[in-house]
């Protein structure tokens, strides 16, 4: 399969929530400076844009998001339904776009402490 990505995204090694049109929970299963792809208990419309907010060292973080494609899938733990959305930014702030990545970071260097690198304090808290 050809990867259609821009930029490579980012699993997170603890869980990540966030949320979707300002209520709705969202566990981030991977994030990158372009995108996310969420976990959501209830379907997204395709081809529409919605409101995302993810924690962030500075508070919380709101961009808005394209999403390009919504799925069902059986939740984790016996939980029931659940869907998985593929989101793409859009008309990010520069601001917004270093936050991100400020994140992704925070991520990255929290997967290498759990691997047996130097331990850091995460900056990402859980929502």
């Known amino acids: 399969m050809i990867e259609r990505r821009r930029s490579q995204r980012v699993v997170p090694p603890n869980p990540l929530f966030g949320t ?4 709705e929970s969202a566990r981030v299963v991977d994030l990158s400076v372009h995108g ?3 976990e959501v208990p209830m ?3 395709p081809a529409t844009e919605c409101s995302v907010t993810l924690p962030s060292g500075d508070g919380p973080l709101r961009v808005r998001a394209h999403i390009h494609r919504c799925r069902a899938i059986l939740a984790g733990g016996g939980g029931g339904m659940a869907y998985r959305a593929g989101l793409e930014f859009v008309a990010l702030e520069r601001v917004q776009a270093e936050s991100i990545e400020d994140v992704i970071v925070d991520l990255v260097l929290s997967a290498a402490a759990g691997r047996g690198g130097q331990p850091r304090a995460p900056t990402v808290a859980a929502c």
């Open 20 to 23: 979707v049109r300002a209520a």
């Open 36 to 38: 996310a792809q969420v």
């Open 43 to 45: 379907p997204l419309r």
